[in-house]
């Protein structure tokens, strides 16, 4: 009876030792779950501490070297993302084609753009909706001594790109001096640093540039003959697909809580306390550090529909958008409402 007894015992208590391993093995197996999570999705567990990284969504922007990214650049540096509760994921390209090629790729949730590529987008069957205005700046130089004023350049040579926002800027710039397009002779340069070499060069009498290329130009002697700004134009936005726009919406919201705590810093602050990440990041050369202005940003806001309207007017002129797309059908309200 005695060794019925410890038999039965000592067979309990392997059962119960079997117990503890398999809920053991199985806690084990759902932290690892957990951790996987959260290195892949970014997502919170009950072993990670509040405050790491893993815990913040990141929302990744594609960006050109422009004025318009630096608000976004100094809210990542300056940790105004983390903040809000967003991890900025700033990826910049030298071009629009390679933004382009990583967007289309998935690379990137959302990307600074312009209207006239908004439309193109669309006309191809890409559902991305503008999600807020940017600040960006083009400006239409000259260096030679006989053009005085935009009326000055009808048959003379100007350098763009076609079927770009730098060509719809072109074209309202003329039509408020009033003349077409076909008053000009178009030089086609996708190249933004080949035609500011032109134009130094006597090898065209206008160009359309960003900056740094427009500070860079006037250090070289050239003028100024209109911008979008004098122009009142602004076909620079923000764009998002709607299935990023859908998958994250408070990354976004955050995101523009950065960018006014950014526009907030620079207003609050000396322009020298900045301006070598500027100089870093949009690529100015360091020669011209004194000659550079920072734009008085405003908080980050919609577009407006009259611009939308206007620079889609045109690209069908162009037969670059040949669907009926409404303006609402390609604003968001995910943060603004138009």
Same mark, same amino acid.
């Given at each position: ?17 079997? #117990? ?21 999705? !970014? ?37 105004? &993302? ?6 900025? !994921? ?53 260096? !030679? ?26 074209? #309202? ?40 290329? *427009? ?8 003028? *100024? ?44 602050? &000396? ?61 968001? &309200? *995910?943060?603004?409402?138009?």
């Amino acid at each position: 009876m005695k060794n019925r007894a410890t038999v039965k015992k000592m067979t309990m208590l392997l059962a119960l030792v079997l #117990t503890v391993s398999i809920v053991g093995v199985a806690c084990g197996n759902k932290a690892n779950n957990a951790t996987t999570s959260n290195a892949a999705g !970014n997502t919170a567990t009950a072993n990670t501490p509040k405050d790491t990284p893993a815990e913040t969504p990141e929302l990744s922007l594609g960006l050109l070297p422009s004025i318009d990214a630096i608000p976004f650049i100094i809210a990542h540096e300056q940790g105004f &993302d983390q903040k809000r509760g967003v991890n900025l !994921n700033i990826q910049t390209f030298k071009s629009a084609k390679d933004r382009d090629v990583a967007f289309q790729a998935g690379k990137v949730d959302g990307l600074s753009a312009d209207l006239v590529a908004i439309s193109i987008y669309n006309q191809a069957g890409l559902d991305v909706k503008i999600t807020s205005t940017t600040f960006g700046e083009f400006d239409l130089l000259t260096g !030679n001594d006989e053009i005085k004023d935009v009326k000055d350049l009808k048959g003379k040579t100007v350098i763009l790109s076609k079927n770009t926002s730098t060509q719809y800027t072109v074209a #309202t710039i003329l039509k408020q001096a009033g003349l077409t397009e076909e008053d000009i002779k178009v030089t086609e340069v996708p190249q933004i640093p080949t035609r500011l070499e032109l134009l130094k060069n006597n090898k065209a009498d206008a160009a359309i540039l960003p900056e740094p290329f *427009v500070t860079m130009g006037k250090a070289a002697g050239l003028r *100024v003959l209109s911008s979008t700004i004098q122009a009142n134009v602004n076909p620079f936005v923000l764009a998002f697909p709607q299935t990023a726009i859908d998958a994250k919406p408070d990354a976004i919201r955050a995101m523009y809580a950065a960018y006014d705590d950014a526009v907030e810093y620079m207003k609050t602050h &000396d322009q020298s306390d900045y301006i070598d990440l500027v100089i870093k990041e949009v690529g100015y050369p360091d020669t011209l550090k004194n000659e550079i202005k920072v734009p008085a940003y405003i908080p980050a806001n919609q577009v407006d529909v009259k611009e939308v309207e206007a620079a889609f007017a045109w690209a069908h002129e162009k037969g670059l958008l040949t669907k009926d797309i409404k303006p609402e059908e390609v604003i968001s &309200d *995910v943060q603004f409402k138009k």
